[in-house]
């Protein structure tokens, strides 16, 4: 083989892995978009039910004005960790606390790694009483 044929090989050979590469790089910031969009998702679907669970009064199996996270999580029907401390969902993990002043904090955690390749993907959606419109949402990762 002459010089620019074997040239030629090698060429075609980074050309492709290149190409590879890139492609791989794109499918997979892809999936984590996917996934951080599927957790926020899944966060508001749950702030919806929080809200619903807060103005359903208490014989009626609700919180009846009460933010109680604890029975939030048993009525929203999402399975829980083995500590029970959070929701799985098929995107990932929704933890619920009651903060003070009234207010409601969620937090996703998603399946894949967020921007810094270390952490699991996580945002904070924060209820300020019973309305979705007064709410704080932040990505974290």
Do not use: C
């Amino acid at each position: 083989m002459g010089t620019q044929q074997l040239l030629l090989i090698v060429l075609s050979v980074v050309i492709v892995g290149a190409s590879v590469a890139t492609g791989i790089m794109i499918f997979n910031n892809k999936i984590k978009s996917s996934n951080r969009e599927a957790i926020i998702q899944d966060m508001y679907n749950i702030s919806s039910l929080a809200i619903a669970y807060y103005k359903i009064p208490e014989t009626q199996g609700g919180g009846g004005g009460s933010w109680d996270s604890d029975r939030f999580m048993q009525y929203s029907g999402f399975p829980l960790t083995r500590n029970g401390k959070r929701m799985v969902t098929n995107n990932g993990q929704i933890r619920v606390v009651e903060l003070a002043n009234g207010r409601l904090r969620i937090v996703g955690f998603g399946n894949e790694l967020g921007f810094d390749e270390d952490k699991a993907i996580r945002a904070r959606l924060v209820l300020f009483g019973r309305e979705i419109e007064g709410s704080r949402f932040k990505i974290l990762n």
